[in-house]
């Protein structure tokens, strides 16, 4: 991961990358780059899994069939420029960003998050990505979001955070391009807070800015800029967007903002250096709002997890005897990340239920985000593992490997590839078998038609989607691991855009051939 120079203090812990090559003896195609903070190595694979690089390229398409606004350089031949004017009654271009799902909706809280996913993706397997020639696809997408989240934040205190209204948007069915009703504006403002939704956004700015600094030094500090302004603004008026905006939960419901601004503030320690952020996260704030001990899983709604195996990073590459190594709260963050791993391993005491496919299982909408969003996080605690040299993970006095996180990791994978008892793949494009009736308006009418509002006809038609909405990741099967290949069927068969963010980086993750896949080959 790219990062601010620190000097030679081991106290910020930061992520300057430093270049060494490393020869591995395991095996003579596989090159090491060592990309300095206390000793973190990047796989930069040679020859990359074949699997998953067909899979991730797949997998990046989704992006593109989602795009608002004008398009450039447009690969999907079904989709067209929509939502032109998105913005103009408060004088802002938000015309770009993505629509959400099979709807119209931008919404900023999922938006963003899908922002933080793919910029994390692209800073742990940047180098993986260019291995696949997929690394173009991931930057143009990250950048397409990003500049609506710059647009949506014009002034300090003041956050667009939703284009369109999801009643009448989810009572049409119809194209982006011919779509005409109203697209209304939802903002944030000190006297109607969204601290989620703003920390989620300062998450994603910071985040992107380090994915920009090697790159475009000036947009990678407006970003930063950015981030450090809408943090400040949700933690200073603080409240849930869902409690301001109380119709607005039965979409997005947020159950709670702490957790967002402990994401934030911990994203923004890696970007900026700061110690003030890591203090933030891991003194009184830590302790009130992370719910230190008790492992959950990671999605949307919920950052925990996540911020724990972030701040983790920074515990296996303190130098030994450091204050940073040292802070106990920071400790209590990578216990906690232990935890987590814990519950995702099959043969752990605490092990979480799981199918009797093997597909990790939480919820029975959007089956798959829970499991693609801890496979990501268990792949990337594996890399931290092996490549500290902090090697071996206890659970309930039993002890794990690098190696069985990344089985984790795989297994997860491969069933939404298609090893699963449905032998299909839930990622639209990939392999011989797919949903061919996903819940998506776009490509359910043909491009030809105009339906206006009311086109029906093409939700309710049992024949397949004449557009394929490739890289589409659905929902996922239910919990016998039956799939119902039905367009009314959202449960199961609607794909998200923050889904796509997850597999992404998932796919990545497992594209490189590291030391660990290699045990495991």
């Known amino acids: 991961m790219a990062a601010r120079c620190c000097g030679c203090s081991v106290r910020c812990c ?31 694979p040679g020859v990359p899994d074949a699997k998953y690089a067909e899979a991730l390229a797949v997998a990046l398409q989704f992006f593109q069939v989602q795009k608002s606004g004008k398009l450039v350089n447009n690969e999907i031949p079904w989709r067209g420029d929509s939502a032109l004017d998105d913005g103009e009654e408060a004088k802002l271009d938000l015309s770009k960003g993505m629509y959400d799902a099979g709807d119209h909706m931008k919404f900023g809280f999922t938006l963003a998050f899908t922002g933080t996913m ?28 990003m500049d609506f989240l710059v647009n949506a934040h014009p002034s300090d205190d003041v956050l667009y955070i939703q284009v369109g209204d999801p009643k009448a948007d989810h009572k049409c069915w119809e194209r982006p391009e011919t779509m005409s009703e109203k697209r209304p504006l939802t903002k944030i403002t000190t006297k109607s807070p969204g601290s989620d939704v703003a920390a989620e956004t300062a998450a994603a700015m910071a985040a992107a800015s380090l994915v920009y600094k090697p790159i475009n030094g000036t947009y990678s500090s407006s970003l930063l800029d950015h981030a450090e302004r809408l943090f400040a603004f949700a933690d200073k008026y603080r409240g849930a967007y869902t409690r301001t905006f109380p119709e607005l939960s039965a979409y997005y419901n947020s159950t709670t903002y702490q957790d967002e601004l402990l994401w934030a503030a911990s994203w923004l320690y890696h970007a900026t250096g700061n110690h003030s952020y890591l203090s933030y996260a891991t003194g009184k704030n830590g302790k009130e709002y992370a719910d230190l001990g008790n492992p959950r899983y990671f999605s949307w709604d919920d950052k925990r997890p996540g911020t724990e195996v972030l701040l983790s990073r920074v515990s296996f590459f303190a130098a030994d005897g450091s204050d940073v190594g040292q ?9 906690t990340a232990d935890a987590v791993m814990c519950i995702l391993l099959p043969e752990s005491d605490t092990a979480a239920f799981r199918t009797d496919g093997g597909l990790l299982y939480v919820a029975e909408w959007n089956s798959l985000q ?3 969003a801890s496979a990501f996080l268990a792949a990337v605690y594996s890399d931290y593992m092996s490549t500290s040299g902090k090697t071996e993970l206890t659970c309930s006095g039993k002890s794990f490997t690098a190696s069985d996180l990344r ?23 990939y392999g011989d078998t797919y949903p061919q009736r996903v819940h998506h308006r776009g490509a ?51 794909a998200t855009t923050y889904n796509s963010a997850l597999i992404v980086g998932l796919l990545s993750g497992l594209v490189s051939y590291s030391s660990v896949a290699q045990s495991l080959s």
Not at 455 to 479: H, I, M
Request: charged content about 20%.
């Open 327 to 335: 802070d106990e709260g920071l400790g209590s963050y990578k216990d």
């Open 370 to 372: 829970h499991p693609v």
């Open 14 to 44: 930061c992520w300057l990358l430093v270049l060494t090559l490393v020869a591995l003896a395991v095996t003579a195609t596989v090159v090491f780059v060592r990309y300095r903070n206390g000793g973190q190595v990047f796989p930069l």
């Open 444 to 494: 359910s009418i043909p491009a030809d038609v105009d339906t206006g509002c009311d086109g029906q006809e093409w939700l309710k038609t049992s024949k397949p989607n004449p557009n394929v909405a490739t890289g589409a990741l659905v929902g996922g099967p239910f919990k016998n691991d039956s799939f119902i290949d039905d367009r009314e069927n959202v449960r199961q068969n609607e």
């Open 118 to 145: 793919l910029s994390w993706s692209v800073l742990e397997y940047g180098e993986a990505m260019r291995a696949a020639k997929q690394h173009d696809a991931a930057m143009d997408a990250l950048g397409w979001i």
């Open 407 to 429: 089985k984790f990791a795989k297994s997860q994978a491969d069933y939404v590839l298609g090893d699963n008892p449905m032998k299909l793949s839930y990622l639209v494009g």
